[in-house]
């Protein structure tokens, strides 16, 4: 079992910068492909960004060239850096983590969520 608690959203002024971060504890995150996903009011969840557990990372098209996903293993921590913040990036955002274990079984984890407003 993996617990997920997300910090760092906030209220924000457009064009300024928040840092979220996942911690987790149960497991390694090390083991799981972590992702930040945001789901604003009247709209489904979608998928911000992903990095694997070798370190590969994807981000969504509307936030590439802003957002930056990180880990630190050591710290059992997943980060995203949001930096040019928009109105629409208004959103909970949560964190997921998940990986497919020898037998094929998948585990996926989530975070309660922690809001981003973005406004001036």
């Known amino acids: 079992q993996v617990q997920l608690v997300e910090s760092g959203g906030g209220l924000v002024q457009p064009g300024g910068s928040l840092r979220l971060s996942c911690a987790a504890s149960?497991?390694?995150?090390?083991?799981?492909?972590m992702g930040w996903y945001r789901q604003a009011p009247g709209k489904q969840r979608e998928l911000v960004a992903t990095?694997?557990?070798?370190?590969?990372?994807n981000c969504a098209d509307s936030v590439k060239g802003r957002f930056t996903i990180s880990r630190d293993n050591a710290k059992n921590t997943v980060y995203l850096q949001m930096n040019s913040l928009k109105a629409e990036d208004t959103a909970v955002y949560c964190c997921?983590?998940?990986?497919?274990?020898?037998?094929?079984?998948?585990?996926?984890?989530w975070g309660q969520g922690t809001q981003v407003t973005v406004s001036s």
């Open positions: 997921n983590a998940r990986r497919t274990t020898i037998i094929g079984t998948t585990l996926d984890y």
């Open positions: 149960g497991s390694f995150l090390s083991r799981y492909t």
């Open positions: 990095i694997t557990s070798g370190d590969t990372t």
